[in-house]
């Protein structure tokens, strides 16, 4: 099966089919996301939290995201790579943020970027797509934004906000974006969103009218603990059964039961 492409994309926004899209930030989970049959795999600059431990997105570097966009571009053999610009490779000037997308492309293996931003980044959009480098654009909560927000907070819920993001939404795909991820706003105006873009949406606590979903892995396996969104829905517990596993090795091996004769060589 060739890889995943933004031409699919539109092709099953077009043919009403759903597209599936998860976070990963390494060979090994990039590994099962692919073989599961995600269709885009977005190396997304969530991994400072998930990954890294830190409190919010601010502090992820452009070599960072490269280092993991590598790894999971390693991986992964049918679904589409998306590398998510981070903060301040981009918000300064357009130049700087096509050689930053660019790096994507070039090093690391990557299909395409997201990038956070509405009317703001158009300009970027189009000078990316200039660049032969595809964009899919994020607008409703951005994290990157969170100070400006004052937290991670539902967008789009006034009748003026739920205005100026279909304003938004508008704008970047007219600049050229191939998709546009809505993050944390009222479901209805997701639909109406999805309704009148021609491009796919990918949703994220936007409800289930979007083109698509994405969520982050490590909130889908029970791997991040710090908090719990409203959006996410739990399918499995590996933090439990990996914890059972460590404790169960270090248990054998103060019992003398780890390593047998089975793991030893004569
Ligand atoms: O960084 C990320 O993982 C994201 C998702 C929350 C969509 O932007």
């Given amino acids: 099966m060739p890889n995943f492409t933004i031409h699919d994309f539109l092709k099953k926004k077009k043919e009403g089919r759903k597209i599936t899209m998860l976070t990963a930030y390494d060979y090994p989970f ?3 996301v692919d073989e599961a049959g995600i269709d885009a795999v977005l190396v997304g600059d969530s991994l400072g939290m998930v990954v890294q431990g830190l409190e919010n997105t601010l502090p992820v570097t452009m070599d960072e995201m490269i280092y993991h966009t590598k790894m999971v571009a390693r991986a992964v ?13 981009y918000q300064t000037n357009v130049p700087e943020a096509v050689r930053n997308a660019g790096r994507f492309l070039k090093e690391a293996g990557a299909s395409a970027v997201k990038m956070e931003g509405g009317a703001e980044i158009a300009g970027h959009i189009k000078a990316m797509c200039k660049a032969d480098i595809p964009v899919m654009a994020h607008i409703g909560l951005t994290p990157q934004s969170i100070h400006r927000m004052g937290g991670y907070k539902v ?5 003026e906000a739920a205005k100026r993001l279909v304003e938004e939404a508008h704008i970047v795909e007219d600049a050229g974006a191939f998709s546009l991820l809505l993050e944390a706003i009222p479901m209805g105006l997701a639909k109406r969103i999805t309704e009148e873009l021609s491009i796919p949406t990918i949703g994220i ?23 719990f969104p409203k959006f996410v829905k739990r399918y499995a517990n590996v933090k439990e059964e990996a914890l059972k596993a460590v404790m169960t090795y270090r248990e054998e091996i103060e019992k003398g039961v780890f390593p047998s004769e089975d793991q030893s060589f004569k």
Avoid: W, Y
């Fill in 30 to 32: 990039a590994r099962i």
């Fill in 77 to 89: 053999k049918n679904a589409m790579v998306i590398g998510d610009m981070p903060f301040m490779s």
């Fill in 155 to 159: 967008q789009g819920k006034t009748e």
């Fill in 205 to 227: 606590g936007a409800g289930p009218h979007c083109d698509g979903q994405i969520l982050v892995l490590h909130d889908v396996i029970g791997l991040f603990e710090r908090f």
